[in-house]
């Protein structure tokens, strides 16, 4: 289906009989107040079956993002339980993060094909398995092993909450509604860092993993109780399997590639090799997707100004704040000498501001359209990281105001940014939109997180070499206690790597307020 501009796109064909989200979807049968499905949809979902929608799409989004906060916490502990090595511990993130984002394509495409209720179970299902896994992993492998399995799941849970909320709210209502799933997402996911530093220091690390498993619980049965199926009927032919295994493979070449300079070895030639095939294997994945009958990928969405601009935009903003989220524990915990529970405390206003903030910001790009805050969201995001990278001593400076700085930002952008993805695609193809943007933000934190470590444990190696220091244990987040009598060395070292690589996140965050600029409308898009 080719993709025209928002203001070209013609009128819902109103004469389709009970449209669920536009033209392409078939009729659920919708559940009515006390649950039973009872009756058909004759618009895109009743008014009373929408807040079921919502809690179903917000609780299982806010499950994914919540794993993702208590494990970059969790960090630290990990590296002293399992005597893991820096590079293990991008792993414990990457694994997960790079099998979300390589599969997330497969999981959009699954959703439309097969329907989204039907995957969004399936994944939240091999979610909390591999959960199961993690909590008792034995070694720092096993614990890399299930968090990639977690990955698969969330590849298929993740697109179907923004898919199952533009099939089932009209597009004149439909900021505001991502506004609320975004805003109830964030306050949940306030919650995450807190629980998770309590969990940490009263039961380790090992217990945050349990929290995934009632969690699911509740969502399988709010899904199979409440939740409309749907399906995009114009979807032919078998999902797009070469181009989603070719997807993942070239981002994994790439990943490990970049993984590799933050090991400060002698592998900056297998490094360099890694990342060209990467490169190769990317262009492959695009010549795979403009010849496949049903691509996972449909190139004709970027045609759409406005589908690749956000795009672009998601991957400065989104890498930007993955790379904050990635270095501030280290900073927190290793340099400023908190608890995971304080860290916990600390990130707590994020979530906070962004779940009380998002429904307002959702509604202004309803009102005057999303480019003003974008550019205002990513402008401020620039300014919290290089707030953090100054290094002030105190905390409620050097710490507290740049982290609510950040939230600012991301509340207000958040809404914004999924609902111009969201407008700028066809109805039909809701899930492979919501699957390339989704697939975009997680790949952008992938090798965000790759690229400030290898850019933090680069400078951090030069200057412990240049007082000839250097030692095989010296490594980036690791500093001495602070008994040793190098400690001083080393925590100069490290501030030197953090502000650079917090310098680099800033300019990021700058690039996405230039992209939102330059692509994104002034008004909102019908």
């Known amino acids: 289906m080719p993709s025209t501009s928002p203001t070209e796109r013609a009128p819902l064909d109103r004469s389709t009989p009970a449209p669920y989200g536009g033209v392409g979807f078939h009729r659920p049968l919708c559940p009515d107040g006390r649950g039973a499905r009872a009756a058909e949809c004759r618009e895109p979902c009743p008014e009373r079956s929408r807040p079921f929608v919502l809690a179903v799409t917000i609780i299982a989004s806010a499950m994914a993002f919540i794993d993702g906060t208590i494990v970059t916490i969790a960090l630290p502990a990990l590296q002293t339980d399992l005597a893991a090595g820096f590079a293990s511990l991008q792993w414990v993130v990457n694994a997960y993060a790079l099998l979300l984002g390589g599969l997330i394509l497969i999981g959009g495409g699954a959703g439309d094909r097969f329907g989204r209720r039907r995957i969004l179970v399936m994944g939240v299902a091999l979610f909390a398995a591999a959960s199961l896994v993690c909590a008792l992993a034995p070694t720092i492998g096993v614990l890399i ?112 590639g970049l993984t590799l300079f933050a090991e400060m070895s002698e592998g900056a030639g297998m490094a360099v090799a890694l990342l060209i095939l990467g490169a190769i294997g990317l262009a492959l994945f695009l010549v795979i997707e403009s010849r496949t009958a049903s691509p996972l990928m449909p190139l004709s969405l970027f045609s759409n100004r406005v589908f690749s601009g956000a795009n672009v935009l998601t991957v400065f903003l989104y890498g930007a704040l993955s790379g904050i989220l990635f270095l501030l524990p280290f900073d927190l915990i290793e340099q400023r000498g908190l608890s995971a529970t304080q860290v ?27 480019r003003q805050p974008l550019v205002l969201g990513s402008m401020l995001l620039a300014m919290a990281a290089a707030g953090m990278a100054l290094g002030i001593e105190s905390y409620w400076l050097g710490v507290l105001a740049p982290v609510l700085l950040m939230s600012l930002a991301m509340a207000i952008v958040a809404a914004p940014l999924t609902t111009a993805v969201m407008n700028a695609a066809p109805e039909a193809q809701s899930g492979a939109a919501s699957g390339i943007n989704n697939a975009v933000s997680r790949l952008a934190g992938l090798f965000a997180v790759a690229i400030v470590a290898a850019i933090a444990s680069v400078v951090f190696a030069d200057a412990i070499e240049a007082t000839g220091s250097l030692t095989a244990g010296s490594r980036f987040g690791a500093l001495p206690v602070m008994e040793d009598p190098t400690r001083t060395l080393f925590e100069h070292a490290f501030r030197r790597a953090y502000a650079f690589a917090l310098g680099m996140v800033a300019v990021s965050s700058l690039l996405a307020a230039l992209v939102a600029w330059l692509s994104i409308p002034t008004k909102r898009s019908d």
């Open 344 to 370: 916990g405390l600390t990130l707590l206003p994020f979530g906070a501001i962004v779940g009380t903030l998002s429904r307002a910001a959702g509604d202004w790009a309803d009102r005057k359209g999303p």
């Open 145 to 256: 092993g299930a968090r990639a399995v977690k990955g698969v799941g969330a590849a298929l849970l993740v697109p179907q909450s923004l898919a199952i909320i533009a099939a089932a709210f009209p597009k004149e209502i439909r900021g505001r509604a991502i506004g609320i799933w975004a805003g109830a997402s964030a306050i949940a996911l306030s919650m995450g860092p807190p629980l998770g530093g309590i969990l940490i220091d009263t039961l380790g690390w090992r217990s945050v993993f349990w929290i995934n498993l009632p969690l699911s619980a509740l969502v399988i049965w709010l899904a199979l109780a409440y939740v409309p199926e749907s399906r995009d009927e114009t979807a032919r032919g078998p999902l797009d399997w070469s181009g989603g295994l070719m997807s993942m493979v070239a981002f994994g070449l790439l990943t490990v």
